[in-house]
């Protein structure tokens, strides 16, 4: 059990003393990025183990063993051709994928440490997914280049390619749903049964740029049945695919409390992560916040301190007890302002008790 008990310990003691770099006293990973953490996920649910990887602008992939007690062991680390834009676990625990800018997707053996490339793009590949269908399984990348491409990873040539409007910008997967948003604020359903195919076009209930789109899943069926949208505008959008329209909404987050001079400050939902078993829902800004927030209660359940950086990326691990996010420059207002001398961090945190939907009196 993961918690703030366990967590309790002298190694962390040390860690929580350093003011505005851990105003959450969570649990530091050792060893993290030495460049803006672009990708974080955990290993699957078919290992025991907890294995966490974080990709990043300076082209390295790490992984660390995550204890329950909270102690993070560095495994190994691959270095890319370009920055990492996406990580994805194959199902069995065993491979990681890795979408770079260089073009290329790597698949890294953990048991071996080896590398090979398994999917080529002709632009920059923003995003990577493992599709495990009852009759098939295969990689999905969406590309910069304009197109979304499904690979048998034994074969060098996709078996499936999917021409696009705009360049991929943000994409997820729960079998059998894909959603596939691109520039210019465009949505895309797939259906991935028998083979990936299109199931709708949606307009965007956002006014701007999207940065992240995770899906949920029906709590009573556990059958993915919407997603949320995060955009630019510190702004998410609840989308359930096949209920009324009556159920989709949209709450504001990530903005300053109250206006300075007549103005709010609004920052970027950078990522979101939906909890297993609560399907209650994690979102982090450039504003250097988290929020825990329940999507059926439309309420928050839980703000965080403010860090003195953006945080980039965020994950829930497979059984719902580890919180993990990434402190980093996220160079929404350029390269002028990035700072060298600071550093960038990966926190782990206790969540379970903290993402539980509240029992209405």
Same mark, same amino acid.
């Given at each position: 059990?993961?918690? $703030? ?45 907890? %294995? ?7 082209? $390295? ?65 923003k995003t990577c997914h493992w599709v495990k269908a009852s009759n098939y ?16 990873? &034994? ?11 705009? &360049? ?30 299109? %199931? ?54 990530h903005r300053s409390n109250g206006a300075q001079n007549g103005f709010q400050e609004i920052y ?5 992560? %939906? ?14 916040? %988290? ?6 209660? &439309? ?9 003195? $950086? ?47 939907? &509240?029992?209405?009196?």
């Amino acid at each position: 059990m993961f918690s $703030q008990n366990t967590l309790g310990n002298s190694a962390f003691a040390s860690t929580a003393q350093k003011g505005t770099t851990n105003p959450n006293k969570d649990y530091e990973v050792t060893a993290p990025p030495e460049d803006s953490i672009s990708a974080l996920a955990f290993s699957p649910p078919s290992i025991p183990q907890n %294995f966490l990887i974080a990709g990043s602008w300076d082209s $390295q992939v790490r992984c660390w063993d995550v204890e329950m007690s909270g102690k993070t062991n560095p495994k190994s680390m691959q270095t890319m051709g370009g920055p990492v834009l996406d990580v994805c676990w194959h199902d069995d625990g065993t491979k990681v994928f890795i979408a770079s800018v260089d073009k290329q997707v790597k698949c890294w053996d953990l048991a071996s440490n080896q590398t090979i490339q398994v999917a080529a793009h002709d632009g920059p590949v923003k995003t990577c997914h493992w599709v495990k269908a009852s009759n098939y399984t295969c990689l999905m990348t969406g590309s910069w280049d304009k197109t979304l491409k499904f690979w048998d990873t &034994r074969t060098p040539h996709p078996m499936m390619t999917i021409n696009l409007n705009e &360049r991929v910008y943000c994409a997820d997967v729960d079998y059998p749903m894909a959603v596939v948003s691109t520039a210019g604020r465009g949505i895309t359903i797939y259906m991935l049964e028998g083979k990936p195919q299109e %199931f709708r076009k949606v307009d965007s209930p956002l006014k701007f740029q999207h940065r992240v789109v995770a899906i949920f899943k029906d709590k009573t069926t556990k059958q993915p049945t919407g997603y949320a949208l995060g955009s630019v505008e510190g702004r998410v959008a609840i989308q359930y695919v096949t209920a009324g329209p009556k159920d989709n909404f949209t709450f504001k987050c990530h903005r300053s409390n109250g206006a300075q001079n007549g103005f709010q400050e609004i920052y970027a939902v950078n990522d979101i992560a %939906f909890h297993p078993e609560h399907g209650t829902l994690a979102t982090v800004g450039s504003d250097g916040t %988290f929020s825990f927030w329940d999507k059926d209660a &439309r309420t928050k359940l839980k703000p965080s301190e403010q860090m003195d $950086q953006s945080i980039t990326k965020c994950a829930i691990n497979s059984n719902g007890q580890i919180f993990a996010y990434a402190v980093s420059y996220d160079w929404s207002k350029g390269h002028e302002y990035y700072n060298t001398s600071k550093k960038n961090y990966i926190f782990l945190r206790p969540c379970y008790d903290e993402l539980k939907p &509240r029992v209405s009196s």
